[in-house]
């Protein structure tokens, strides 16, 4: 059974690009839902409850990191990545206090799978992660 995934970016090429890393990862993960802003995202994640939920950080309406905190807080087992642009210490150490999987560097596609396939290992697993366990070495 395929893992299913929500991806959330506002940029229409960013979030195609992101799909298809997942698609052409040649692991047994699909996207059942894509969202343009932190509020769609919410919704979808409520609707779809995915296995795996992967985030821009700077989105309309609703951030990727106020979108988390609502997501976690609806559907706590879900492991969610933060995919971005702007990734920073300080943002690493806001995702692991909200107990978030992990925070990503765009544009590191190796690194987003990698961390994909720890955060659904866990996730499996019952365990949990810290971003500095997702991130690469």
Do not use: F
């Not at 951030?63 to 969610?80: F, K, N």
């Not at 909200?98 to 866990?122: H, W």
Request: charged letters at 25%.
């Amino acid at each position: 059974m395929a893992i299913r995934v929500l991806v959330a970016d506002d940029h229409d090429g960013a979030r195609a690009g992101i799909v298809d890393i997942i698609r052409r990862s040649g692991e047994d993960w699909s996207v059942c839902s894509e969202a343009v802003d932190g509020w769609s995202a919410v919704r979808l994640a409520i609707e779809h409850n995915p296995d795996l939920v992967i985030l821009d950080v700077r989105m309309p309406k609703l951030d990727g990191m106020q979108a988390a905190l609502e997501i976690r807080a609806r559907l706590p087992g879900i492991p969610i990545l933060l995919y971005t642009l702007l990734a920073t210490p300080a943002l690493e150490a806001a995702a692991q206090m909200a107990g978030l999987e992990g925070v990503v560097p765009k544009p590191d596609t190796a690194a987003l799978i990698a961390a994909m396939r720890r955060a659904v290992r866990r996730q499996q697993s019952g365990g949990i992660a810290s971003p500095r366990d997702v991130l690469p070495t």
